[in-house]
């Protein structure tokens, strides 16, 4: 079974608007990663936050972690065309389990 | 520095038949992934390699899958015999040695069986 749950499974939005993706999972974690996947390639890691941080920026992306409501989002302000992917959360139990991520469609 | 490398890219068999996949991590890592992701879904943990011993092979469908990781460097992933839901990308994956626990990810062997 997979313990992050991405919400929305789909988003589509305009190429300069901000994007939203939440991710909520069951168990305590060590840690919680995002990572990208364009279509055909493998994935790659965006960031990581630790079960003791609450927020954590790097260039565009902002997540924040809410460890009482078992909760994560990720936020990708002013979007382009090249942002367009899969995301995937992935939460650290000592494995790495993957949600089943959420298509994000940033159109021109 | 050079990434995940795996081979082959993109594999059709016909069901009952076996494949093989080899994965190259990254130089240093010694942990080593499998994963198999059904299209629409995220990736599934098949087996986790600590240098050359299993750490993890829980989801492994010991049946038909099978796994090695000779001299703690390259590995290979074979299934014999292939069936109709096995058809997914079957990716590589590798970390260090240590906590935090980032995954640095293959480009995939893309499996189809009919």
């Known amino acids: 079974s997979q313990q992050g749950e991405e919400d929305p499974q789909a988003l589509s939005i305009q190429e300069g608007e901000n994007a939203t993706m939440n991710c909520s999972y069951k168990?305590?974690?060590?840690?919680l990663q995002w990572y990208r996947q364009n279509s055909g390639r493998g994935l790659v890691h965006l960031i990581l936050?630790?079960?003791?941080?609450r927020e954590k920026h790097s260039g565009r992306l902002r997540v924040t972690l809410d460890t009482s409501k078992k909760s994560s989002s990720l936020l990708i302000t002013a979007s382009r065309a090249a942002d367009t992917a899969s995301y995937f959360c992935a939460t650290d139990t000592g494995q790495l389990t993957f949600g089943s991520g959420t298509q994000l469609t940033v159109l021109p | 520095e050079a990434g995940v490398a795996q081979s082959p890219r993109y594999k059709i068999i016909e069901k009952r038949q076996s494949v093989a996949f080899w994965c190259n991590p990254i130089s240093g890592h010694a942990t080593l992934y499998w994963y198999q992701q059904i299209l629409g879904q995220g990736p599934k943990l098949l087996i986790q390699f600590q240098n050359n011993g299993v750490v993890d092979d829980s989801q492994l469908p010991k049946d038909r899958f099978s796994a090695e990781r000779l001299k703690g460097v390259d590995s290979t992933l074979k299934i014999q015999p292939a069936k109709l839901e096995d058809s997914a990308v079957y990716l590589c994956a590798s970390s260090l040695d240590r906590p935090p626990n980032t995954i640095y990810f293959g480009e995939g062997s893309w499996l189809t069986v009919v």
């Open positions: 168990t305590s974690i060590n840690n």
């Open positions: 936050i630790r079960s003791n941080e």
